[in-house]
């Protein structure tokens, strides 16, 4: 069984372990680097940007985080963990992870007043809508190259998707729809750990 890490230094990520374990995989909090070791993937949650990446750089995280996805480990942000995902954010007083080549506008939408919830067309997700809650959601001002856009709402992507990593601006955790954590689970960590595990063959087969 896969065991994915769920960031665990401030906002909802006892959702996203709930949701996670509700698909029959076996989750672990995040708060040091060593608890990194031997997970599948990580999910960054909803939260408070500027918090977490003060707490990402006191806990000595975004070494790590940034070493392994180079070497392709699968991370999925979401809101919160969207923006620490990017590359270019103005107003966060820490760097950004600076993973995936977008730029995030942070608050896009207004104050906590002027969250919403909407119906998005995913179409990778099949026929029937997804019900979206956009908590002061980030907006996704452009998109670099290889970044494939999966859902959009009034124009903005709202879901984008480069390889082993995606990023939501909304909260998927927060509803019982459980899509978006098995597309994470079957195309961003499925894929990585098929290749991790055909890794030893190969080395073996070169001697
Ligand atoms: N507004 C938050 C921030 O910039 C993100 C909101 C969220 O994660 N729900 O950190």
């Known amino acids: 069984m896969p065991t994915i890490g769920v960031l665990a230094l401030q906002g909802d990520f006892r959702e996203h372990c709930q949701r996670l374990r509700s698909i029959g995989v076996a989750t672990r909090e995040v708060r040091l680097p060593v608890h990194l070791d031997g997970l599948d993937g990580l999910v960054l949650p909803g939260g408070e940007s500027t918090t977490i990446a003060r707490l990402l ?9 940034r070493e392994r996805a180079r070497a392709g480990f699968p991370l999925w942000g979401t809101c919160a963990g969207a923006i620490l995902l990017g590359d270019a954010v103005p107003g966060l007083d820490r760097a950004p992870l600076g ?7 942070r608050n896009a939408y ?12 995913v179409p990778a997700l099949g026929a029937k809508p997804f019900h979206a809650v ?6 996704i001002a452009s998109v670099g190259s290889g970044v494939e856009v999966l859902a959009r709402h009034e124009g903005d992507p709202v879901i984008v998707r480069r390889g082993p990593l995606l990023a939501t601006t909304f909260h998927p955790e927060l509803t019982s729809d459980v899509r978006l954590h098995d597309y ?8 990585a750990e098929s290749a991790a595990k055909a890794l030893p063959t190969l080395a073996g087969g070169s001697h």
């Open 57 to 65: 750089q006191r806990f000595g995280l975004q070494e790590p985080l």
């Open 99 to 105: 993973l995936l080549p977008i730029m995030v506008e």
């Open 110 to 121: 207004g104050r906590q007043i002027d969250s919403f919830e909407t119906d998005l067309d």
């Open 134 to 139: 956009f908590i002061r959601a980030p907006r």
């Open 184 to 191: 994470f689970m079957t195309e961003c960590v499925g894929p």
